[in-house]
């Protein structure tokens, strides 16, 4: 099946710092990505949807400066999230779409110290 | 109320045994997908569905789209298929929602 990548696979940072996370899609032209986000013990949540070529589109409670999406071409999204806290401490995934089928990364766990 | 429940919550089984996790929802969807998600935290796409029902390998899904219900079996259960399955609704714009899902431990 087609492959997303995710980079780093995990990250620690300081408080106030501001991590980027890569999703690729490997194989294929993803014209939709999606980003996740999964604390300890819960259910992914939706962040975000990110259409290349325009903004992305944020779920209710999801800060849009806060988290930063870039979807610059048809293989690339990126995650931004500025000014890091530990309660932004979490797992973090993003998922591909380029017909019907969702292909998942292998998620980034990021630790804000 | 959640809008996918997902039942049961833990399971647990002895290698071989066949394993029913089920899925119910309460919005219209355009499609069913189950996942399944291993202790480091990496997702694979097992199913998707709109109707009816599909088999791969060992597993097997089924949907009933009148009853807003879906089935993910596992046969001749094994070890390797512990870990989290998780019943996702795709509703508009290919936006997934997503059950709480199912720790399955399989013993040996």
């Known amino acids: 099946g087609a492959v997303v990548s995710q980079h780093p696979s995990r990250v620690i940072c300081k408080s106030g710092t501001s991590v980027k996370i890569e999703c690729r899609s490997l194989?294929?032209?993803?014209?939709?990505m999606f980003w996740y986000r999964q604390f300890p013990k819960q259910s992914l949540m939706l962040m975000a949807t990110?259409?290349?070529?325009?903004?992305?589109?944020?779920e209710q409670g999801v800060e849009k400066d806060k988290f930063l999406i870039n979807h610059a071409s048809l293989t690339l999204s990126t995650l931004t999230v500025t000014s890091a806290h530990p309660e932004d401490s979490s797992f973090y995934i993003c998922?591909?779409?380029?017909?019907?089928?969702?292909?998942f990364g292998p998620g980034t766990r990021l630790t804000v110290t | 109320k959640n809008e996918v429940e997902q039942s049961p919550q833990n399971l647990t089984a002895q290698e071989g045994e066949f394993i029913t996790i089920n899925c119910s929802y309460s919005?219209?969807?355009?499609?069913l997908h189950w996942l399944q998600q291993h202790p480091g935290g990496g997702i694979v796409s097992l199913f998707m569905?709109?109707?009816g029902k599909k088999k791969h390998g060992r597993l097997i899904a089924t949907i009933n789209i009148q009853e807003k219900h879906s089935s993910l079996h596992i046969t001749a259960s094994h070890p390797r298929d512990s870990a989290v399955y998780i019943c996702?609704?795709?509703?508009?714009?290919?936006?997934?929602?997503f059950g709480e899902g199912t720790q399955l431990t399989v013993n040996p």
């Open positions: 919005v219209g969807i355009s499609a």
């Open positions: 998922s591909a779409s380029g017909s019907r089928e969702q292909y």
């Open positions: 990110s259409n290349e070529g325009s903004k992305a589109t944020y």
């Open positions: 996702a609704v795709e509703t508009s714009g290919s936006r997934l929602t």
């Open positions: 569905l709109s109707s």
């Open positions: 194989d294929f032209q993803a014209t939709t």
